[in-house]
């Protein structure tokens, strides 16, 4: 069964204090990964979409990489309008128009 | 662009009623998809399109209803609303390529009462 796995939930950082995020996944064969930042009262908005292992994509503080069984949104020096939730999401080969989603981690950061 | 429009934004229902989730997209996509995102589930696929005249179910489909006559448009009817249908319901497109990933609207939240 297809499924992907975030941890963890939630993350409290103070401005400044580099992280990861995870996402584990397993799927019978992976077309794309994607990770959104979803705001409270909003829609998800894209950030990154990853096809194979060992690729890397960036934008401003954040970078996320992809091996085999997951993938890392790292957060470089982040600051309070970085506070999110992150959500990771695969699509299939198997399945057109199809997205399955983690559960997501809300990130909360600190001045 | 105005990209993925849903409306409306908040309705409130009463069980038993039935309405429809409007969804609108000026990409030219030819997919759309819908989601319920509820607390703790994450965001779960109801149906999708691939293209006008074709639809399909996902993950959680009974109770709701689909159709695309156009590229541009795919409501979501609710045949007979339910409390468990209580929830936050994303519209999505996205065209054949993934470099930009899917296009979400802004959500309608829906309670039942």
């Known amino acids: 069964e297809d499924q992907v796995t975030q941890s963890p939930e939630a993350l409290r950082l103070q401005e400044g204090e580099s992280s990861s995020l995870n996402c584990s996944y397993t799927?019978?064969?992976?077309?794309?990964l994607f990770w959104y930042r979803q705001d409270p009262g909003k829609g998800p908005e894209f950030l990154f979409t990853l096809y194979s292992a060992g690729e890397e994509k960036e934008k401003e503080r954040l970078k996320a990489t992809l091996t085999k069984k997951e993938s890392f949104l790292h957060i470089t020096a982040p600051k309070p309008e970085d506070s999110a939730t992150y959500l990771c999401?695969?699509?299939?080969?198997?399945?057109?128009?199809?997205?399955?989603f983690g559960q997501g981690t809300t990130l909360q950061v600190k001045p | 662009n105005a990209g993925v429009t849903q409306t409306p934004k908040f309705q409130v229902l009463k069980t038993g009623q039935s309405m429809t989730l409007q969804c609108a997209q000026d990409m030219n996509h030819e997919y759309m998809s819908w989601y319920r995102q509820d607390p703790g589930m994450g965001l779960r696929l109801i149906h999708y399109?691939?293209?006008?005249?074709?639809?399909d179910q996902g993950e959680v489909p009974n109770g709701y209803n689909v159709s695309r006559s156009t590229t541009e448009d795919f409501p979501l009817r609710l045949l007979s609303a339910a409390p468990s249908q209580t929830s936050v319901y994303f519209c999505a497109s996205h065209p054949s390529g993934l470099n930009y990933g899917y296009t979400f609207g802004s959500g309608t939240r829906l309670t039942v009462v």
């Open positions: 799927v019978s064969g992976l077309r794309g």
């Open positions: 399109s691939v293209g006008a005249g074709i639809t």
């Open positions: 999401a695969v699509h299939p080969v198997s399945n057109t128009g199809k997205l399955i």
